[in-house]
């Protein structure tokens, strides 16, 4: 079983929302063990395990928000050669930022030596670009868009990572 975690920051609940729905498709892919893990409250020893992470955040002024930020730069364990992926929330949709907090999380992925993927436009409907994008609450096509990222990351998990858990990457230490 692959183990994922969703590391999310959230001040009105529809970041914890988007959350909540990855975890529900990540779990429809089947052989995936989903844990949600505010930035609050980081397990150690889960993110060690889990082969696959996300991180959600509210937008803030076109970029993610600042908790999440001092999460991924603080990160308790390396994130070498997971997969992970974005996806972020905004209050205003006219507003744009969405891409911009997600390419800013991304960022983040490929500076610590993450794999980055989202299916993006080939991967069946609905296109999930970066990663799942959501105005205010999802709902509808949004909260499709957050369970087909849920999936996508559990699949390519399963298919990069097969059953084997710990697998320590070249010059990893113990």
């Not at 390396?78 to 205003?92: Q, Y």
């Amino acid at each position: 079983m692959i183990k994922m975690s969703i590391i999310y920051h959230s001040e009105t609940g529809n970041t914890k929302r988007m959350a909540e729905l990855i975890k529900e498709g990540a779990l429809q892919a089947g052989g995936v063990e989903v844990h949600l893990m505010p930035v609050e409250t980081l397990d150690r020893q889960t993110l060690e395990e889990s082969r696959v992470i996300l991180f959600g955040s509210p937008t803030y002024y076109g970029t993610m928000s600042w908790q999440m930020k001092r999460c991924m730069d603080t990160l308790p364990v390396k994130v070498e050669g997971k997969l992970g992926a974005p996806f972020a929330s905004a209050a205003w949709p006219g507003g744009g930022g969405y891409e911009l907090a997600e390419m800013a999380l991304i960022q983040g992925m490929l500076i610590r030596g993450m794999l980055v993927y989202s299916g993006g436009v080939v991967t069946g409907r609905p296109p999930t670009h970066f990663g799942a994008v959501s105005h205010r609450a999802p709902a509808g096509f949004d909260a499709d868009r957050c369970r087909k990222l849920g999936m996508n990351l559990a699949r390519k998990g399963k298919e990069l990572f097969g059953q084997q858990q710990n697998v320590r990457t070249p010059g990893e230490r113990s």
